[in-house]
């Protein structure tokens, strides 16, 4: 399962998640832009509209994608991913169990499930899961949480805990930090407000290689 994501990923270390608030592009127009600079896994994240609207723009995504030979993760609804035949799902703790969401999409979905500290990620990596975020790792503006920011060093504890389960880091990442965050035991770094604000240039054919 771990190296499917890997494959999807084609390796790039940038993992881009859409936003719809921050870009102001529908979710289809997000992942032409994304699959233009390079990449080849997109997440999908809708936290405001409804699942309507969600499922429809993720299937007129997920067409885009398709006929471009990129990968799409659903963000949080594996009722999405599972009536689109979505490349997989990506979970928190108040979503669908991770053993649940497997045995509705089958072995083959990349699931991807987020953390806060290295007792969840232990925890996470008895999961079957395909890979395991860890953050925030710096202090964030994009996403409103009491989880305080994770720290370089413990990312590296984390890394240790997790052995070969691929590690996604999120939360805070710049493109100045970005290669101390792969130095430290990321394998990716999943990118939300560095991608979409005004003064970002998105690249994944450009991120930092360690």
């Given at each position: 399962m771990s190296s499917k994501f890997l494959r999807a990923l084609a390796g790039k270390r940038v993992y881009p998640i859409t936003?719809?608030?921050?870009?102001?592009?529908?979710?289809?127009?997000?992942?032409?832009?994304l699959i233009e600079a390079g990449a080849t896994l997109i997440q999908l994240r809708e936290k405001i509209y409804s699942p309507a609207v969600f499922y429809h723009q993720s299937a007129?995504?997920?067409?885009?994608?398709?006929?471009?030979?990129?990968?799409?993760?659903?963000?949080?609804?594996?009722?999405?991913?599972?009536?689109?035949?979505?490349?997989?799902v990506?979970?928190?703790?108040?979503?669908?169990?991770?053993?649940?969401?497997?045995?509705?999409?089958?072995?083959?979905?990349?699931?991807?499930?987020?953390?806060?500290?290295?007792?969840?990620?232990?925890?996470?990596?008895?999961?079957?899961?395909?890979?395991?975020?860890?953050?925030?790792i710096f202090a964030t503006a994009t996403k409103l949480s009491s989880n305080p920011p994770v720290g370089l060093?413990?990312?590296?504890?984390?890394?240790?805990?997790?052995?070969?389960?691929?590690?996604?880091?999120?939360g805070g990442i710049t493109g100045e930090n970005m290669g101390t965050v792969l130095n430290s035991g990321a394998d990716a770094v999943a990118l939300i407000s560095q991608i979409w604000t005004p003064e970002a240039q998105f690249d994944s054919k450009n991120a930092p290689n360690p």
């Amino acid at each position: 399962m771990s190296s499917k994501f890997l494959r999807a990923l084609a390796g790039k270390r940038v993992y881009p998640i859409t936003d719809r608030q921050l870009s102001k592009l529908s979710h289809a127009e997000q992942v032409g832009k994304l699959i233009e600079a390079g990449a080849t896994l997109i997440q999908l994240r809708e936290k405001i509209y409804s699942p309507a609207v969600f499922y429809h723009q993720s299937a007129v995504a997920l067409q885009m994608a398709r006929e471009r030979g990129a990968a799409l993760i659903i963000n949080d609804r594996a009722d999405i991913a599972l009536a689109l035949h979505a490349d997989g799902v990506h979970l928190g703790p108040d979503d669908l169990p991770p053993e649940a969401a497997r045995r509705l999409l089958g072995p083959a979905a990349i699931l991807g499930y987020s953390t806060h500290n290295l007792k969840q990620a232990r925890v996470a990596a008895q999961m079957p899961v395909a890979y395991i975020a860890i953050g925030p790792i710096f202090a964030t503006a994009t996403k409103l949480s009491s989880n305080p920011p994770v720290g370089l060093a413990n990312l590296s504890l984390v890394r240790e805990a997790v052995g070969s389960i691929p590690l996604v880091a999120i939360g805070g990442i710049t493109g100045e930090n970005m290669g101390t965050v792969l130095n430290s035991g990321a394998d990716a770094v999943a990118l939300i407000s560095q991608i979409w604000t005004p003064e970002a240039q998105f690249d994944s054919k450009n991120a930092p290689n360690p």
